[in-house]
């Protein structure tokens, strides 16, 4: 009887005495922890690592629901220290907690930190799968906006923009960090989808950032230009040249020069037309056109022969009109020899038929002038009646049957043409 009730009597002081080491082992557990916290605070993911492995070690035999929470922290914790130290098992770590855990709340750090993880290594697809795993119902305003445009930033390299442009659209009036940013990748979206109202809307919003300012007045000066507002695009763009770190200022050049030439203004056309060839590594076809007809409106032929012949092998309209105005252009520097052969090479294709039409006649003259009487012939023979140059056309057939004392010829052309 009395071994029974020594029995009874140890009893309840083994309970306290396991309960106390309990106590003793959380407290000493969360000491670490938080050890472990304030480093982790303090961006000292080394020894913070360690408390947290220290933690989870002082724990591991606990099975206690209190327990589970401090566990829980921990493991996550320390797999993201993993993750920020580069250590080669940091992407498991994270990805175990996840597939443990998912959906407790606390796998929303998780599944930011492997995204944020993914989308700095540039595996977008892999930061697409994680960020795409979080409502918004589960982020604060700023982790809300970090996610989503880290998301949208993602989408957007991999040129999925409707995709892209439903995440950015969702925080592009949130004012922290990441406002710029959206906004400047939401306009370049609106922008390839010719939305432009919307996109001079968003970047003007942008212009207001020192980051993201340089970059703007390209593409407003491109939608100007493509809606032909070439006023309002030389009154935008003008003064954006005075911005010290402009990007694409030679394209900007560019444009300004075209929307001079467009009204008809050659001298402040030259002015950026010659800004734009003196720094540009690779001139487009319609470059040299713009620019050699700009010389040519403004009497300096043999610069704009200069760029005509840059495009004599062109089979297309800019090469027919190219050789037209070098034909003029070797007329007014005294080549007739050269304005021969530029006519007639415009005067074989009909791309611009009028074109056609003054190049054969011109060809004619100077054939006639410069003794190719057979060339100027078949080049007469191919005006019509209803041209304005067809009378001095068959004059100047007449002239070429006489000299050739072809007179009964040159008698019945003259005949026919009236008086």
Known sequence: MAKYLYTLILLPSFLFISFGQQTTVFTEAQALFKKGQELYDKNLCGPAQVAFKETLEQIKLAN?????????????LAAKCAVKLNQIDGEKLILDFIRRYYPDPSTVDALIEIGNFYFDQKKYPEAIEYYARLLPSDLG?????????????????????????INFKQ???IQNEYYYPTNYYYGMITFFKGNYSETINTF??????PVYRPYVPYYIAQIYLAQKEYDKLIQYAKPKLEITDLKKRDDLHRILGQAYFETGDYEQSLVHLEAFAEKSRRMRKEDFYQLGYVYYQTGNYTKAID???????????????AMYYLGDCY???GDKSKARVAFGNASKTNFNTDIAAESNYNFAKLSYELGYDKDAIDAIVKIPKSSPNYDEGQTIMSYIFLNTRDYAKAIKILEDIPN
């Open 307 to 321: 760029n005509f012949d840059q495009l004599i092998n062109l089979k297309d309209g800019i090469g027919q009109s």
């Open 204 to 209: 003007r919003k942008v212009e207001r950032s």
């Open 141 to 165: 305003t700023q982790e809300l906006s970090e996610v989503k445009f880290k998301l949208g930033y993602s989408y957007f390299v991999r040129k999925k923009f409707d995709q892209a442009l």
């Open 171 to 173: 925080i592009k009036e």
């Open 64 to 76: 206690e629901p209190e327990f589970d929470m401090l566990r829980m922290n921990a493991e996550l």
């Open 331 to 333: 007329i007014r520097t």
